[in-house]
């Protein structure tokens, strides 16, 4: 096959599932007219697609490793990042209830881009012949950390934004569906992240993987400028009961600490977010790690051995004597075609089986994560290892669409769901520190992490999340919003 044609074949077959599956999604009759679906299509998926960059202006930073940092450094820098992401929506998740969805769309992206910019410059001053000198990279650690930990704080506004937006144009019983478009938009984020920077860093110098989708978010931002609007009445259409937490609440808008508080004190809400926690931690532990462990278990080349191979004298014998991986060598398309299924799978589940009721899609994906990671102990010296880790990665990713991009919608209501996606989406990326801060201390040292078998502490340190994950997910399984009033458009 050639060269090129391989290139292409994998996002041919993305685009195909996700023609497939969207296409298939079902219809609740809720009685909008064509008018009102074009122009709500208009509106969630511009936001949709800048959300979906902002996962490839976040995970960018993973396709670095061993070329600006090594993986422990990685994992502080990565630490830093995601803890200030977690606490960011104590105060992102009430400025967007606030501000709207459209206005922090525009600010996340605005942020992010500015950071990534910072970061590719940093990198392009330090590089010297296509890497960081290895005396070079403990001096970046700090300040990487910083401009990362600013990227997250903006990156923070996103996943409030895009549920903002949403909760005024989906009515509860279709938010099952939309969290099956969420689960995509997720993935299509991770394919961008993952095979798209990997691409870039084999083809050009590392500080495009930051300037690239630096340059994206501005289109995207631009685009959100003029197409987004916060509620259906903006758009020129009517403003309908959208049968969630908010359904019948016509009054003035509470004071934020009682907001606030009203939320703390439900118990569906604090057990969905200690069940994301336990999501950001399993999620994160997958994704930024598996193509490390097979490019040091030499299962497969790094970026850098590609390019030196492509710029090899005998380029084309050099490039095919070098270890090939399936999995992961498209990781991201591979993980972003799990995440649709899963995403997709939650939302019909949900809406079809469980009465749109999210508790136990989550603890049915609960269970396939645990199977998953123990599976993953005698798989670690397979090569099934890397399809494992797809199976999880369908799982998590349902259960992270259904709960942060559904289950907020549903107990925060049109009014509050910027805070309830604050309280969720945070404790996510509380779960992502820990997962870096532990990870980042017990994986392989560099003289042991060429043998599979010195990795067992990867799967080792999942299983406790798992385990809490699937018995938490039994405590909301029954859990529905409360509302004063519940109607139909």
Partial sequence: MPGWLSELLPIALLLALIVVIVGRLPRVDLGHSPAFLRRRFANWFPVGLTYAFLYMGRYNLRVCTNIV????????????????????????GPLTDRLGGKKTIIVSATGSLLANCAMGFVIMRAMQDGAVPKEAQAGLVPILSFLYAVNMYFQSFGAVAIVKVNAAWFHLRERGTFGGIFGILISLGLYFAFDWCKFIVERASVQWVFFIPAAILA???VLDLILVRDTPGEAGHADFDLGD?????DGPRLPLAEVALKMVKNPAIITIAAIEFCSGYLRNAILQY????????????????????????NAAEALAALPREFVHDHWGMLNCMAGITGGVVAGLISDRV?????????????????????????????????????????????????????ASMDFGG?????????????????GTAVEALVLGRVL???????????????????????????????RVWNARPKAKAFAGH
């Fill in 219 to 221: 289109v995207f931002a």
């Fill in 245 to 249: 937490a908010s359904s019948g609440d």
């Fill in 354 to 406: 469980f009465g749109s009721r999210r508790g136990p899609v989550a603890g049915v994906l609960y269970a396939v994560m645990l199977v998953g990671a123990l599976v993953m102990f005698p798989a670690l010296s397979t090569g099934a290892l890397g399809w494992v880790v797809v199976a999880m990665t369908l799982a998590i990713i349902g259960v992270h669409g259904m709960l942060s991009g559904t």
């Fill in 414 to 430: 049109k009014k509050n769901v910027g805070i309830v996606v604050g309280i969720i989406d945070g404790c996510v990326y509380l």
């Fill in 69 to 92: 940092f090594d993986k422990a450094q990685f994992s502080n820098i990565y630490f830093w990042g995601t803890l200030t992401y977690g606490f960011a929506f104590l105060l992102n």
């Fill in 444 to 474: 392989p040292s560099k003289e042991l992490q060429g043998d599979s078998h010195n990795w067992w502490t990867w799967p080792a340190v999942m299983v406790p999340a798992a385990v809490l994950g699937l018995a938490l997910s039994t």
């Fill in 290 to 313: 598996y193509q490390t462990f097979a490019e040091e278990t030499h299962r497969a080349a790094s970026p850098m051995m590609k390019k030196a191979a492509a710029a090899a004298p």
